[in-house]
Each structure stands twice: as C-alpha cells, then as structure tokens.
C-alpha cells in the first residue's frame, strides 16, 4: 500500500456532532493505493492519529467533516485501484498539529507511515490551498490472517476496544454489524463498567466465548456464545 496525506483541515466543520467543550476537529484526507497484488480490506480510521508539538497522539472520531467526503467503515481495494478520504480527529483548542501518522492493518501492521504537518487550511473545506506534505510512505500489504487479525485476535480487539471506550473502533471492528446505529450500539454499554472476555475455542471464523460484564453498579451479567469473523471483521454474533 502506498498511503499519502493531501489535505489538513484545522479546525474543521462536522457534518452533524460538535466537538466537546474545549476541543476542535481537524480532518485529514489520505490518499490509499494498492501497489501489491493482494486485496487490501481495513478500517483506515483505525490506524490513523495525529500529534501535537506536545508529543500528544489523538485518535480519530466518529464525526464525519464537511470539508469533505470521509472515508467508509471498511476500505477495500484491488491491486492497482485507489481510494480517496477525510478522517476526522478531536483535539483541545490549544493543540498545535505537528504531525500526522498512519499505520495500516487497522494499527497492527508493522510499519508506520508519518508526515510533517507544515501548512493547514484555515477554517472552511474551501478556504485556503496550503496542504500537508504528499511524502509516499511504503508499508507491506495487511495480512488478512497473520497475529493482529485473526478471528481470536478481533474479538480480543473488539472487547478492548470498549473497555477503552474507544466505540468508533469496536463499531468498525463489527459492531456496525451488531446493531443498526452507532448511537444504539455505544447507548447499549452505559450500564456496563467493564467487559471480561475469554475465548473457549476458535474453530475457522468461528470464536466461542465467555463473557464476564461487570455492570456500574457491581453486579455482573455473564454471557457465552460465538463470534464469527471475516476479513477482520466481526459479522455476526450468536450471544446468550
């Protein structure tokens, strides 16, 4: 894959939520190509962060950023083709962006790209033409099974993901396959404190699990049942 950053957008307008008391959105928009012969299948937003002059690394956002359209849940792409996309990330109004960084494999791979935020636009997806820098950073095709996506490890992933309440993750990870709305799927942990997960088995796609949810108010609800995982991604559960 090759990966580029094109645009820096600061502060950037969201299509529907507002940033925290605060805070501000900047949106990046990459540029993915796949330069090899597998088929690249990830969640770009997964990978990517930006850095402040602080050293401070933030994580993308579920906003969607009206300077432009943003990326889908799932990227797929065949060897030659491309794909075009704004990540959106909430950061305190004092943060200066100093970097931007790009990891494929949803995180997991083991290079990581990185670029040098030197100029941004100002205000509105239309104001101003200063970008990023377009540096290429070469990394090696996500595997599709390899340690950091098998089935075990995305259920792994998934539940760490929503101890860390890290939902645009998770919801990438599968939930989007679990329930209709990312509202819904995020308002269906408030009652819940922590997700202990064990894995029983793995047998193919299938993940067999124990399930230990301490609730906010000490109790615990225990589940089991099973996952099953495609291409990294959760796509359906049988949990009781």
Do not use: C
Not at 7 to 29: M, N, S, W
Not at 148 to 154: D, I, L, M
Request: hydrophobic letters at 35%.
């Amino acid at each position: 894959m090759a990966v580029t950053v094109t645009r820096v957008v600061d502060p950037a307008g969201a299509e529907v939520f507002t940033p925290d008391a605060g805070k501000r959105f900047v949106a990046v928009q990459f540029r993915l190509r796949d330069t090899g012969t597998a088929v690249y299948s990830d969640a770009p937003s997964n990978g990517a962060q930006v850095i402040d002059t602080q050293g401070q690394a933030f994580n993308s956002t579920i906003a969607d950023t009206n300077a432009g359209p943003s990326f889908p849940g799932i990227v797929r792409l065949t060897s030659g083709s491309s794909a075009l996309g704004f990540i959106t990330f909430e950061v305190p109004k004092g943060s200066v962006i100093a970097k931007v960084q790009f990891t494929l494999n949803s995180g997991f791979a083991d290079n990581t790209g990185q670029w040098t935020v030197q100029g941004v636009e100002k205000g509105s997806p239309t104001a101003g033409t200063a970008r990023a820098p377009t540096a290429t950073a070469s990394t090696a095709p996500a595997p599709t099974s390899a340690e950091g996506t098998s089935p075990r490890q995305v259920v792994e992933n998934y539940y760490s993901a929503i101890n860390a309440h890290d939902y645009l993750t998770a919801w990438n990870l599968g939930g989007k396959n679990l329930n209709g709305s990312l509202q819904g799927f995020i308002a269906g942990f408030a009652g819940t404190a922590t997700d202990a997960v064990s894995v029983s088995g793995v047998q193919g796609n299938t993940v067999s699990v124990t399930l230990d949810a301490t609730q906010t108010d000490g109790s615990h609800r225990v589940f089991s049942g099973t996952y099953t995982v495609r291409d990294g991604t959760i796509v359906g559960a049988d949990i009781h």
